[in-house]
Each structure stands twice: as structure tokens, then as C-alpha cells.
């Protein structure tokens, strides 16, 4: 959080209680896997958002548009159909747990959106058109449905956002 300096105060608040809540989230994580037999790591996973954010960590506007609103948006579209096969498999605490980290997420992905608006308005950038340009610049995944728009609005993605998105970008 501290890699961009001369933010208001409210942006590194924002961002310390995002850190705060994904060490929850991967307590509860964790916690979960050894109940089951297993560690963190004992799994291939990717990391996208990882690459993402050194892809993005000398442009702080690009950081806000492709890691929150890109990267941890696209949990947020993940995360019902997941849940769903988890219950299938009867791991109801799992499913808990995507609860909670669902919901806290879409503050995640909130805190994301109001700081690139935020970031595109002091600037003088036009936030709509800008995003498709970061998306390709950086080479963004391209985002397929299905999306969870519930929680994309909840998390402030504007009507004409998610029209963009619907149409394949």
C-alpha cells in the first residue's frame, strides 16, 4: 500500500483493512485445508493476480483498474458457482467460508472502484474509455460470463461497466 505515496489518508485506511481482511481470509482458508488433511500450497493455483500487480506497480491508476476491479472482480463471479459444487460435495463450511470472504470481497473490489474513479477524476481521465486501453496494455485476462451481477453493482460497477462486460468487452 505504501508503493504509492501521496494519497490521501482514507486510500491507505482502505487498503490496511483490505490486508487485514485477507489475512482472515486465508486464516479461515488454512484453518479449513488442515481440517481436511492438507496445507496451503498443497494445490496448483495460478498467479494471475500476482503478475498483475508487479505488471502495475509503477502506475497506480492501472493498479486500481486491473488488480481490484479485474483480478478480485472476477472472484466475485467465481465464487457462487464454487460454492455450489462445494455443497454438492457436502462441504458446508466451505461454503461458509465463501460466505465471508464473498461478502468482503465485494468491499474489496468497492475500495478498487472508488479509488480508480477517484484517481481517473483527479487526473482528468475519462474512466470508461481508459479501462479498455489498461485491459489491453497490460494484457488483462478477457473476462467471460457468467458474472455475478449482484455483487458487481454492490461492489460499484456502473450500468455502462457492466454492459461492457456483458458484450464481451
Request: aromatic share 10%; proline share 5%; charged share 25%.
Amino acid at each position: 500500500m505504501w508503493r504509492f505515496a501521496g494519497m490521501p489518508a482514507d486510500y491507505y485506511s482502505d487498503w490496511l483493512r483490505v490486508a487485514s481482511e485477507e489475512a482472515l481470509h486465508f486464516t479461515l482458508l488454512s484453518e479449513h485445508l488442515h481440517s481436511l488433511g492438507h496445507a496451503y500450497g498443497d494445490f496448483d493455483a495460478h498467479d494471475g493476480l500476482w503478475a498483475m500487480a508487479e505488471r502495475t506497480k509503477h502506475d497506480i491508476v492501472a493498479r486500481m483498474a486491473l488488480v481490484p476491479r479485474t483480478l478480485e472482480a472476477r472472484g466475485l463471479d467465481a465464487t457462487p458457482p464454487l460454492q455450489a459444487k462445494l455443497q454438492r460435495a457436502g462441504d458446508a463450511r466451505a461454503v461458509e467460508i465463501l460466505d465471508v470472504i464473498l461478502r468482503e470481497e465485494i468491499g474489496h473490489v468497492a475500495i478498487g472502484n472508488h479509488w480508480y474513479h477517484w484517481l481517473c477524476r483527479r487526473d482528468g481521465l475519462d474512466a470508461a474509455t481508459l479501462y479498455p486501453q489498461l485491459v489491453q496494455q497490460y494484457a488483462a485476462p478477457r473476462l467471460r460470463p457468467p458474472f455475478n451481477l449482484a455483487a458487481r453493482k454492490a461492489a460499484g460497477f456502473t450500468e455502462g461497466e457492466l454492459a461492457w462486460l456483458e458484450t464481451g468487452g
